[in-house]
């Protein structure tokens, strides 16, 4: 009879894909149910078994764990063995008080891969099923470190296109080239940094974990100080579905977050997540209070970066000074007002519940704001002029506060 270390070797010479090396688990070493999760609980393979485990029957439908049974995972003290030590063990306690199952870590050094589970089901343990489980891992370990297709956009890969060098830029659009079939048209990033506070640091690996099981057209990691999400979609309606529910997370521990725009190609990931970045630090330096910045909203104050000040100051148009300088003296809000009034598409209605007065009031407004510009309110170049020039200056005052 051969032993498992020899069924396994054979098995790995043929260089298999994840199916069959799952199904030579299944049937000639466990021969019980069993999966394969990436470091972030998302299914890479599984058997082909049916049976009335929650676990088992949300992953076999989503392909991930879901956000529940993680959280639950996560209170339970076998969370910090397995995640800790990694070595295979028997849970039988909460999740697994009906069935239980073997845990096991697959790493490469120091770098968690992913994890295995074997499911109790078709037979108890046998005191040889630890062993075989520990010699699996090792084998999952080769299979995920040198396979692209297998690990698909693991967190290796990610950080290597957050890195962006030189040098692997060739390897890195080969790779992708490999899996391009199995991606959507669309790409976005979000950036998370996280807080001081070092309690909440120790959460961030779960935050990761909670993230990536909301959907296979996810992906996050933590690179350096930040939590990093690429969201893949075709559809907007989609992408925004899968930001609320990321938007969801990111909120019940605080954490606020940049995004990037809408980008096609998966090599220019690095500048992307840097405009995530950037979009986040602009507004918090605007004094913006809020959970989402949008590079698209911060794109003309990016743009203002690294120019002077007079220089600046030379752009702020002659109408836009006029209605500041009345608004000091009278402490009106003109500027506002036909600034309101322009993004609403000069309509009196919509600007009128904006500013929350009465269309009456507006309408004595705009007269008083075109006597002192001399110009009519409706002329769209001169609008678009004062609202940037109201971009500049907010810009301006904000650099001055921080000097």
């Not at 890479?44 to 639950?72: L, N």
């Not at 000040?309 to 836009?320: A, G, H, Q, V």
């Not at 269309?359 to 009519?376: A, D, Q, T």
Request: aromatic share 10%; glycine share 4%; net charge negative.
């Amino acid at each position: 009879m051969k032993s498992v270390s020899d069924i396994l070797f054979e098995s790995m010479i043929s260089e298999p894909t994840m199916k069959e090396l799952v199904d030579t688990l299944r049937t000639k070493v466990f021969r019980n149910p069993l999966m394969i999760t990436n470091a972030y609980f998302r299914v890479i393979g599984m058997s082909d078994d049916r049976f009335d485990d929650e676990v088992w029957k949300y992953a076999a439908e989503y392909h991930c764990c879901s956000r529940t049974s993680i959280e639950v995972f996560r209170q339970d003290d076998a969370s910090r063995q397995l995640f800790e030590q990694g070595t295979p063990f028997v849970y039988d306690t909460n999740l697994a008080h009906v069935i239980p199952r073997i845990l096991g870590k697959i790493r490469s050094r120091e770098r968690t891969l992913g994890y295995l589970v074997i499911f109790a089901v078709d037979h108890a343990f046998s005191s040889t099923d630890l062993d075989d489980a520990r010699i699996a891992c090792r084998c999952l370990s080769v299979l995920l470190r040198s396979d692209p297709e297998q690990a698909d956009l693991n967190e290796s890969f990610l950080s290597a296109l957050l890195k962006d060098r030189p040098e692997e830029r060739y390897r890195l659009e080969s790779e992708i080239s490999q899996f391009r079939k199995g991606f959507k048209g669309r790409f976005r990033v979000l950036n998370a940094p996280l807080p001081a506070d070092e309690k909440l640091r120790e959460y961030a690996p779960y935050i990761v974990s909670e993230i990536s099981a909301i959907h296979s057209d996810v992906r996050c990691l933590l690179s350096g100080q930040c939590i990093v999400v690429l969201c893949n979609y075709d559809e907007e309606n989609a992408c925004a579905s899968l930001i609320a529910q990321i938007k969801g997370i990111l909120g019940r521990y605080g954490l606020r977050y940049g995004k990037s725009r809408s980008f096609g190609s998966l090599i220019h990931m690095s500048a992307y997540n840097r405009q995530a970045m950037m979009a986040r630090e602009i507004g918090m330096l605007l004094g913006h209070e809020q959970m989402e910045y949008a590079f698209a909203d911060y794109l003309y104050h990016y743009l203002l970066l690294g120019h002077d000040r007079l220089e600046l100051n030379s752009l702020l148009c002659k109408e836009y000074r006029q209605l500041c300088a009345h608004d000091r003296r009278h402490g009106s809000e003109y500027a506002d007002t036909l600034i309101t009034y322009f993004l609403n598409g000069f309509n009196i209605t919509e600007t009128a519940a904006s500013l929350h007065i009465h269309r009456n009031s507006l309408r004595h407004r705009l007269e008083r704001i075109e006597e002192i510009m001399g110009s009519r309110c409706d002329d769209v170049k001169l609008a678009d002029a004062i609202y940037h020039s109201q971009m500049i200056d907010e810009w301006l005052r904000m650099n001055n506060d921080l000097e």
